[in-house]
């Protein structure tokens, strides 16, 4: 098991589901003595603030980067991938394209939306590939084979509206 020492607290690297930027703006009455860039996301839906930016934390501990929303995910959490259509009763301010959706601890179901193409993300799980700026892709099974050292076996990834894939890692 990994472990990953982020501030004073230890944290198990499986228990990760996805980092992205913290916005201290967002809650102006929280004022940290540290400039805090990023905030993890725990399976059980703790918590956990960072000073490393959602890029960095996740070159640092192998997590798969979505650069266009700038969230890094762990790729070996079971996602389920819809497409997202806003609601009259619920209009984001932002494009977001895609909901992403996992089940915590006590098998509650959690989401976030994304900008990136539900399409596109489910490659980037599924196959390891990424769209770079220019419109090429870039292959990394050999980068997700070297973090596939730390899970073995089988793990599914399901996508509404998609064929489910099996993935074998390791």
């Not at 913290?22 to 009455?29: C, K, L, Q, T, V």
Request: hydrophobic share 40%.
């Amino acid at each position: 098991m990994k472990v990953i020492t982020i501030g004073k607290r230890l944290v198990a690297a499986e228990q990760i589901v996805l980092v992205e930027a913290f916005d201290p703006a967002s809650n102006p009455e929280f004022k940290p003595e540290k400039d805090f860039k990023a905030r993890i996301v725990l399976l059980n839906h703790d918590t956990v603030l960072a000073e490393e930016a959602p890029e960095q934390f996740a070159a640092a501990h192998e997590l798969h980067l979505l650069a266009e929303d700038n969230v890094a995910i762990n790729r070996a959490i079971t996602f389920r991938v819809e497409t997202f259509t806003p609601t009259e009763s619920f209009k984001p301010t932002k494009p977001y394209q895609t909901r992403l959706k996992w089940h915590d601890t006590n098998g509650t179901e959690k989401s976030k939306l994304l900008l990136t193409p539900p399409e596109a993300l489910v490659a980037q799980i599924v196959n390891g590939t990424v769209e770079t700026p220019s419109g090429l892709q870039n292959d990394h099974r050999a980068d997700q084979a070297a973090a596939a050292t730390d899970r073995a076996g089988w793990r599914l990834f399901e996508a509404e509206g998609l064929q489910s894939s099996k993935v074998r890692c390791g």
